[in-house]
């Protein structure tokens, strides 16, 4: 399906298949997008998220060499794997991640909790940008492969989640592409599109539904 994407400059923290131009935002390590650096379609820039001067220089970086930035996909985060009770956290973990989950993403323009407020204040400053959100529950990111592990952690993920499984990568990335289409999502704007496999606020489903042994 042609979703209108070819050419188009889509800047990404934390991750082309659509024909876009990719700038792709890493923190520390480049590793993770070392597969991709032959392609000329896609750069990868360094940048601390929760710098504003670094978050500024970044996306003029990204402008020089691309041209203007279309589509902004914030997807990044980070999961302290303990249990930590909040009388026993650090200030240090604390603000950390503060400043990683929500401080970063406010930087580059987009958070869950300002979608509806940002869907009306972007249009004074470009009348036909629109803002979405992607809300996904556990993903089986490279962060998450070692908590699932354990029986009880991939109870408390699933216990709730009517579909039985934890969303893949391409999971989120699918919807993230059917929304930020204008070709396919142009009158969408402020909405929050859940996928976490329908998870809701009431037990659904026993280990043994799970082939879990806790």
Known sequence: MDLGLKDVHVLVTGLWK????????FNSSIRALESLASDTRIQALKCDLTDEQAVMQFFDSAIGSLGPVQILVVNHAIYEPKDIFLWDMSLE???????????????????YGLTMSLKNEIVR??????????????VRTPMAEEPLKDPK????????????????????????????????????????????????GRVLNSPEDLGLVL
């Open 18 to 25: 659509q024909g876009a131009i990719v700038t792709a935002q």
């Open 93 to 111: 973990q604390w603000r950390g991640t503060l400043d990683t989950n929500l401080t970063s993403s406010f930087l580059s323009a987009m958070m």
């Open 125 to 138: 400053i470009a009348p036909k940008a629109r803002v979405n959100t992607v809300a996904p529950g556990w």
């Open 153 to 200: 952690i991939a109870y408390a993920a699933l216990a709730s989640t009517p579909l039985k499984k934890v969303a893949t990568p391409q999971d989120i990335a699918n919807q993230i592409i059917i929304l930020a289409s204008n070709k396919v999502s142009g009158h969408v704007t402020g909405q929050v599109l859940m996928v976490e496999g329908g998870m809701e």
